[in-house]
């Protein structure tokens, strides 16, 4: 199984920046692809931005030249460098992590239990 925790939210006044950390451990072969989601109140659940092993990215358009995702192989980590954050960034943030699993040899998808990231005007 795989534990994800996210860790950098926080207060932000509007046009700061945050970063997120997400960590990943437990039992698996390896971790195909990783990403931020957000859930703003009353809202669904949407896609921020993931990064496959090889590096490839892909954001939302709403934060496409703001946010930046990275992620570390080998320490099993990926991040999301927030800048010039508004209002509507507000949200819990979460880390999704697609494992594949040592036995049997499938993919998951696991999820963190969120980081609630608030800027204010």
């Known amino acids: 199984q795989v534990q994800l925790v996210e860790s950098g939210g926080g207060l932000v006044q509007a046009g700061g920046s945050l970063t997120l950390s997400c960590a990943a451990s437990?039992?698996?072969?390896?971790?195909?692809?990783m990403g931020w989601y957000r859930q703003a109140p009353g809202k669904q659940r949407e896609l921020v931005a993931t990064i496959v092993s090889a590096g490839s990215t892909n954001y939302a358009e709403s934060v496409k030249g703001r946010f930046t995702i990275s992620r570390d192989n080998a320490k099993n980590m990926a991040y999301l460098q927030m800048n010039s954050l508004k209002p509507e960034d507000t949200a819990v943030y979460f880390c999704?992590?697609?494992?594949?699993?040592?036995?049997?040899?499938?993919?998951?998808?696991?999820w963190g239990q969120g980081t609630q990231v608030t800027v204010s005007s």
């Open positions: 437990g039992s698996f072969f390896s971790i195909n692809a």
């Open positions: 999704k992590a697609v494992a594949l699993l040592t036995f049997p040899r499938v993919l998951r998808d696991y």
